[in-house]
């Protein structure tokens, strides 16, 4: 007989809001459910308590964690919306060993909320989307069970950085590759409007810069020497964004990287890659990382290989629609 999926805990197993006291408590979830899908963790606990204070995201109202009948959690749901655009991003981990009863259940709570989330965002109908490691057909099913619909897929890539040079190859004829000045509103205004540029004719969700700004000063740590844009003829045509989220696993991050139109194919991608590797180097970094969308139209994923990156794992990408719902 096949089993009856149901969106309902076992019983004794609760439900409430998690609080930043949580925080050790869903890493290891996360870091579970990783090592499962993947063989190893690829959360930090910034990055948990990054979600839990997004914009947009409120502990009390948007998120959840699930307990087993012992008290120990084994579940976390959180949406991810920081510009309070008319797209929202869910998650869904538990502890594969402990808490995959709880998967459909969490699940059910925060698509429920999406068209909550959607109204009070001033949304009608509203694009919701997960992700999934292929390996991870248990979620897959809850996805397509709940209505998604496969998308697309993303890569994580990543290369190690022993051997490299700690001082990075000289950029084309031409092309003054520098760290962005954080302290410089006017540089970093350049540098957000060659993200939102280059990214105009992808999947990119835009952002004005107030709302950048915000993200920006909303993350735990910021190293400003691992920014770097790439100038011609005085003019800022690509820009590279790192992010403090790999520290702890010894990783230099690569958040964004962006080169203007008129200014591809001349090597200024490379060109700021090989700077942020040389300074993740030099800082005694084990590993580059990055993630990117195999549907991007620049086909970035050939640079990232020509460089020596390599894809650690893909994800799939699934999403559905809501409509609001005043509550």
């Keep these: 007989m096949t089993a009856v999926a149901t969106t309902a805990l076992p019983e004794g197993w609760t439900t409430r809001r998690p609080t930043l006291d949580d925080v050790s408590g869903i890493l290891a979830v996360v870091h579970a459910s990783d090592i499962a899908a993947i063989g190893e963790p690829d959360f930090t606990a910034d990055e948990v308590r990054e979600m839990l204070t997004d914009p947009h995201t409120d502990m009390s ?11 120990a959690i084994v579940g976390w ?23 995959r009863p709880a998967m459909r259940p969490l699940l059910a709570l925060i698509l429920d909320r999406m068209s909550g989330r959607a109204a009070e ?10 992700g999934a490691v292929p390996t991870e057909q248990p979620y897959i099913d809850a996805l397509t069970g709940a209505g998604f619909v ?24 031409g092309v003054t590759v520098r760290p962005v000045r954080g302290d410089d509103e006017d540089d970093l205004r350049a540098l957000h409007a060659v993200i939102e540029e280059a990214f105009r ?30 100038e011609v003829d005085g003019r800022v045509a690509g820009s590279l964004q790192s992010s403090d989220a790999g520290v702890e696993d010894n990783e230099g991050w690569v958040k964004r990287l962006a080169v203007l139109r008129p200014y591809r194919k001349r090597g200024l991608g490379e ?17 580059a990382g990055l993630g990117v ?20 794992y893909r ?13």
Excluded: I
């Design 201 to 230: 004719d992808t999947d990119h969700f835009s952002v004005d810069y107030p709302t950048w700004r915000a993200q920006v000063a909303n993350e735990p740590s910021v190293s400003f020497d691992e920014w770097f844009v790439a």
């Design 150 to 173: 496969f998308l697309k897929q993303h890569a994580r890539m990543r290369m190690p950085l022993d051997g490299v040079p700690h001082t990075a190859p000289e950029p084309p004829a």
């Design 315 to 327: 994800a799939n990408v699934y999403r559905t629609f809501v409509e609001a719902r005043v509550a």
């Design 77 to 99: 749901t959180f949406p991810h919306n920081v510009t309070g655009g008319d797209r929202d991003f869910l998650e869904v981990f538990v502890d594969p060993a402990r808490g």
């Design 121 to 130: 965002l001033g949304h009608g109908r509203y694009e919701v989307r997960a």
């Design 293 to 312: 969308d195999l549907e991007n139209p620049t086909e970035a994923v050939r640079l990232y290989l020509s460089v020596g990156m390599t894809p650690m």
């Design 61 to 71: 109202r948007d998120s959840w964690v699930a307990l087993d009948a012992a008290g």
């Design 271 to 287: 060109a700021l890659l090989r700077r942020a590797f040389a300074v993740y180097a030099a800082k005694g970094r084990k590993h």
